[in-house]
Structure formats: C-alpha cells, structure tokens
Nanobody, 121 residues
Framework: VQLQACGGGLVQAGGSLRLSCAASGRSFSRNAMGWFRQAPGKERENVAA????????YYADSVKGRFTISRDNAKNTVYLQMNSLGPEDTAVYYC???????????????WGQGTLVTVSS
C-alpha cells in the first residue's frame, strides 16, 4: 500500500498550489482521507480531512476559506487546493488514509511520504 503525494514546490505569497495524493495497492474509496503538514521545528498539524464520499470535510482554522480538500474515488486520489498561500504555510504536506469512512483528525494508519511546499514572502 502506497500513498504518493505530489504537487509541492516553491510559490510566492498569495499564490496557489494543488497537491495530489494517489493511492496504490488497495482502494481507499471507503476510507476517509486527510492532509497534514509539518513545518521545520514544529509538530505535525492537521490541515484538512474528507469522508469517504466527499460529502463531509474538516479544516484547520488556519486554512479555512483558503484550502479545499476533494477526492476522486475512481482515481483513488485525494487533492488539496491551496490558495492565498503565505509563508506560514511552508511545510512538508502529508496525505493519509483513515481506518474509518468518517472524516476526523484521528485514526490515520496509512501515510504518504510528504511533499514540500515553500512559500516565499
């Protein structure tokens, strides 16, 4: 089982990026998925979560209104659209798959390798 995150890079403040996380080895169409991030010297924090059908989403307060999580179960892929990026969004972003179909901040057991997002001021 592998979660491959991609789409990170260097962007100027105010810009946008779209992260993708493709799963292989099994289907996660019945699992909630989430995005998390870890900035240098800081603990990992929640970013966004989505339930199995895409009808329920959670966001950290710090990204509400700027980030959008979505999924395409036919492609076994989850996305994170990030707009209005600021230097505070600089981090390694990880995708993860939950054991439950319901979106939450806990219960993630499959983790991707992370993709680096750097926002310059």
């Amino acid at each position: 089982v592998q979660l491959q995150a991609c789409g990170g890079g260097l962007v100027q403040a105010g810009g946008s990026l779209r992260l993708s996380c493709a799963a292989s080895g099994r289907s996660f169409s019945r699992n909630a998925m989430g995005w998390f991030r870890q900035a240098p010297g800081k603990e990992r924090e929640n970013v966004a979560a989505i339930n199995w059908s895409g009808t329920s989403t959670y966001y950290a307060d710090s990204v509400k209104g700027r980030f959008t999580i979505s999924r395409d179960n036919a492609k076994n892929t989850v996305y994170l659209q990030m707009n209005s990026l600021g230097p505070e969004d600089t981090a390694v972003y990880y995708c993860a798959a939950n054991t439950s179909p319901a979106s939450s901040w806990s219960g993630y057991i499959y983790w991707g390798q992370g993709t680096l997002v750097t926002v310059s001021s």
